[in-house]
C-alpha cells in the first residue's frame, strides 16, 4: 500500500497541501490545495489572520478525504520569527503580529541598552533584523502581552498545536529568534532573563522528526480521518535546504519572497567579519547551522505586481525584462526603504534617483532594475561568504519557487561567474516530506533523500 505524506507548507503570501508518495523509485508531489495568506491591517497594526490559516488547514485535510488520499503524516512549516502567545487556558493572546510591523523600531536601541548588539550577535549568531523576534518580544514586555503569558510557540508549533492539542518547540524555526545560544543550540537563558523575559515560556526544544500526536477528535470529525503530526524542520528555509541536490557542503539560494544565501555547516561563525558582513547563524537539520544572508529576493516583484493590480505575470515581468536588457541601473535591495513600502515602484525610482542612477520609467526597465540588483547581491553575498570562510565555490544550487524565474538564473550565473543549479522547484515541501519519511523509517538517511530528489526532479545547470 502506497503512504502518502502531506507537507502544509505555509509562506508570508501563500499556503498550499503538497501530498508526497514513492512510485516506481521516483518521489511524486501533487499539490491538492491552495490558499492566499498575507498581513491584514487591523487598528493599524499589521497582524496574520490565524484564523483563516487555521481554517484554510483544515480545509486542504478534507480535499485528501476527498480525493481518497490520507496521508498517514503530515508536517507543518512556515516563515521564521512570529509567534504567538497562550495564557493559562491555552487561549491566544491578541494577534498574531506580522514581521512587517512596524512597532519593533521604537524599542531596538531600548533592548541594546540591556544587551549590545555585539553581546548579542556572539551570543546568538543572529544579525540584526528590525523584524526579530527578540524585539517583537520585548514590544509584548512593554505593552504588558507578556504578565499574561504562559507559553511561546513559534508560528508552525502553534498551527500543529491547533490541530493536535500538543504543544512542542521546534528547533530550526527558534533558531530564528535571536534568543538561541549559537553554539549550545539551545534557549539562551542569560540573555533571556537579562531583557526580563520569563524564562517558563520557553519549553524545551525538539528536532525535526518528533511527534507531536493525532489530530483533535472534533478535526477528525470534521475532516473525515486521523492522522499523525510530525515535526519537520518547521521554518521553510532549513526544510528547503534539505532538498539541495549535492550532499558536498553546496553553495545553496533559497529563493521566494525572500532569498536566503549560504551554506550549512557543523558550527556556528560569529565573527566580526560575519557580522559586518550581514550573515546570520540559523539552525538545519541534524543541529546545523545555515551560515545564510537574508536579502530582499522576489518581494519586490510581488509588490510591484500586487501594485499594478496584478495585470502583469511573473512570465510577463520576465519577457518585459529581456525587453528592457539595456537598462542597467540597479539599487540595494536590502535597503530598509524596500521592506515594506507603500509603492515599491516609487521607491525604486527614488532609490535610483537619490543614488544618481537612471531613473527606470517601463515596466520592464523596473524589473530588469529588480533581478539585476538581486544578481549583484547574490554576487557579493558569494564573495562575502569564500573571504569569511576560506572556501571557494564554482556552483550556486538556486531551490524554490525562484529557480522558475530563467532569466534570474541567467543573471545570477553571468554577474556572479558560477555555474547555476536549479531545482527542485518544490524545494520547501520536498524536504518538510523527507523529514516525515525519515520519521516513519521509509528512508534511512537524509543522503538516501537527496539521491531520490536527483532521481526524481529535472534538475538544470546554466553555465556563467
Known sequence: MKNYFLAIDIGASSGRHILGSVDNGKLVLEEIYRFKNGAVEKDGKLVWDDNALYESIVEGLKRCKEINKIPVTVGIDTWGVDYALLDENDALIGEVYSYRDERTLAVMKEVYSIVSEKELYEATGIKEQVFNTVFQLFCDKKSGKLKKAKTFLMMPDYLGFLLTGVKKNEYTNASTTGLLNAKTRDWDYGIIEKLGF???????????????????????????????VYLPATHDT???????????????????????????TPKENTSDPAKNSGFTNEGGFNKTVRFLKNIMGMWMIQCIKKELDDKYSFTDFVALSRAAEDFNSTVDVNDLSFFSPKSMINAVKDYCKKSGEKVPETVGEIARCVYLSLAES???????????????????????????NVLMNELTAKVTGRTVVAGPVEATATGNILAQMLAKKEIKSLSEGKALIRDSFEIKEIKA
Open 238 to 264: 532549513a526544510s528547503a535546504v534539505m532538498a539541495v541536490p549535492s550532499e558536498k557542503n553546496p553553495l545553496y539560494i533559497s529563493s521566494g519572497t525572500w532569498s536566503l544565501i549560504g551554506i550549512e
Open 378 to 404: 547574490y554576487k557579493k553575498s558569494v564573495e562575502q561568504i569564500e573571504d569569511i570562510t576560506g572556501e571557494k565555490f564554482d556552483k550556486i544550487h538556486i531551490v524554490g519557487g525562484g529557480c522558475q
Open 198 to 228: 520569563p524564562k517558563s515560556l520557553f519549553k524545551p526544544l525538539y528536532d525535526p522528526c518528533e511527534k507531536v500526536g493525532s489530530l483533535r477528535p472534533e478535526i477528525v470529525e470534521e475532516v473525515g480521518f486521523d492522522t499523525t
